[in-house]
């Protein structure tokens, strides 16, 4: 097992013209089983029901087969078409386009179809094999031509797998993880596996739930039952709930809202006027979080009903979550502005416009919150979260107005760091407190709600982050850096007195 691990890992790392060679020998080997399956149920269904070995049941036959008003007929012609079909992928999968190898190839395809003018010579009894003779011979020709390749199969591995070690020596297990992350662009993979699978699934739900009305309305009528609020509201629910059933499904669903989310950062950036590459790390951020939510809360293992209230919940945490990353855009940015003193009132308004959207959007979100739901811990975490927000916005607010005075100011404002810098131990101390009662809130849904390993784990990590490094840092930070200033003056950088020591 850790061999056949080792070597499809070491495959999936393999260049992508090597890897789309794999996949090529791969289709051509399901193109041949599937040549088989049609060819055995055509040649079960057409030979091996008629049992006349006489001359006349043999033309009797034949005639059936080439009779426009006979049932075989039809069926002659279709799979004849399908075996084409096959026969042409095949020739392109295996890249078999000298001479007249790629008439054989086809010939041995539809061989089947010719062999009912063999039943004048031939008993019925022997045509059944024809299907294992084509299957036989076109996975000999593969066997073959990668047998006479193995060599250069063994050293492209070979050198891969050298490549994996002296990679893993230098950068580490993780980058080597996000290089091939990229590379292979996984995330554009799992997104478009997860479109194609609620298209699919709304495209049954609307052929289960409207048989008839698919069938015979128009598309004016179509669009009537399709703008049903109640309809919309329930197909989409259902949706949701079949798209993240699955681990493979919640990936999709992950893939999908890093790209939305990171479309989002880009058009805030964009009204910022900034061109910070840090900042578009949002969309990794997010999917990251929803996808540890997914795991620590059992997504996949929920009922219908509880998974799609499951998923309601992990959303408002999103956009909880999504309000701090465009904080964390537009604080530094007034800061700039406001210490740099640069007068474009531009950059100015459309960032006093981004502080505005962010403490009215969590307020409203609150309210409906708290009107429409009864108290829980879910409702506590959100609402920490989204207070935290208007907070951390007014702080910013705050430093920026200080700034901006001192700007305005004809004479140095002595003071200044002073203000700043209560403004900003004040802000430190209620996030601090903030983070003290997340903690103490995800305790209680480890201990007497949901508990698991994963969540547990989360808050061992919450713990030590947020609150532990935190303390400590200020804690530390405080006494080295007065130690660092009293060795060059003996005047206290707040009060301005003389210490004695």
């Not at 091939?180 to 194609?196: A, D, G, K």
């Not at 701090?324 to 604080?331: E, L």
């Amino acid at each position: 097992m850790a061999l056949v691990f080792l070597l499809s890992f070491t495959l999936f790392l393999l260049p992508t013209e090597y890897l789309f060679q794999f996949y090529k020998w791969m289709l051509s080997i399901i193109t041949a089983l599937l040549s088989y399956i049609l060819n055995d149920h055509y040649v079960t269904l057409v030979f091996m029901n008629n049992n006349n070995n006489n001359n006349d049941g043999i033309i009797n036959l034949v005639q059936q087969q080439l009779s426009f008003t006979n049932g075989l007929h039809y069926m002659f012609i279709t799979n004849y078409i399908c075996q084409m079909i096959l026969a042409i992928s095949f020739i392109y999968l295996t890249g078999i386009y000298k001479s007249i190898i790629p008439f054989v190839a086809a010939f041995f395809f539809i061989l089947p179809y010719y062999a009912f003018f063999l039943t004048m010579f031939i008993s019925n009894k022997y045509l059944i094999y024809f299907p294992s003779i084509t299957l036989s011979i076109s996975l000999i020709y593969i066997l073959v031509t990668l047998i006479m390749n193995i060599q250069n199969i063994i050293q492209a591995l070979y050198l891969k797998f050298v490549w994996i070690k002296s990679y893993m020596r230098d950068l580490g297990l993780f980058a080597l993880i996000e290089s091939e992350w990229n590379r292979l662009h996984v995330p554009q993979v799992f997104r478009i596996f997860w479109i194609i699978r609620i298209t699919q699934q709304a495209i049954f739900l609307m052929m289960e739930k409207y048989p008839e009305t698919t069938a015979t309305a128009t598309t004016f009528d179509t669009s009537i039952f399709i703008l049903n609020s109640t309809a919309i509201f329930d197909n989409c629910k259902h949706l949701m709930v079949r798209g993240c059933e699955t681990l493979i499904a919640v990936l999709g669903m992950t893939s999908v809202l890093s790209g939305i989310t990171h479309q989002i950062g880009c058009m805030m950036q964009t009204f910022l006027i900034l061109d910070d590459p840090d900042d578009r790390s949002i969309g990794s951020i997010s999917a990251i979080m929803f996808f540890i939510l997914a795991l620590q809360n059992g997504l996949t293992s929920m009922e219908p009903e509880k998974r799609f209230l499951r998923l309601y919940r992990n959303f408002c945490l999103l956009f909880t979550a999504m309000l701090h990353f465009i904080h964390n855009m537009v604080s530094p940015l007034l800061f700039s502005l406001s210490a740099s003193r640069n007068m474009s009132l531009q950059r100015h308004l459309r960032a006093l416009t981004v502080c505005t959207f962010l403490i009215i959007s969590p307020y409203l979100f609150l309210n409906y919150l708290w009107t429409h739901h009864t108290i829980s811990t879910w409702l506590l975490a959100v609402s920490a979260f989204g207070i935290e927000v208007i907070v951390k916005v007014i702080i910013t607010l705050l430093i920026y107005t200080l700034f901006m005075i001192d700007a305005f100011r004809t004479s140095m404002w002595e003071q200044l760091d002073d203000y700043v810098y209560y403004v900003r131990t004040i802000g430190n101390l209620i996030e601090f407190v903030f983070g003290i009662f997340l903690f103490l809130n995800g305790t209680w849904i480890l201990i007497f709600e949901s508990g698991g390993t994963i969540r547990a784990l989360m808050m061992c990590i919450h713990a030590y982050f947020n609150i532990w490094c935190q303390a400590i840092a200020g804690i530390n930070n405080s006494t080295v850096c007065l130690r660092k200033w009293l060795y060059l003056q003996d005047i206290c950088p707040l009060c301005h007195k003389t210490l004695y020591i």
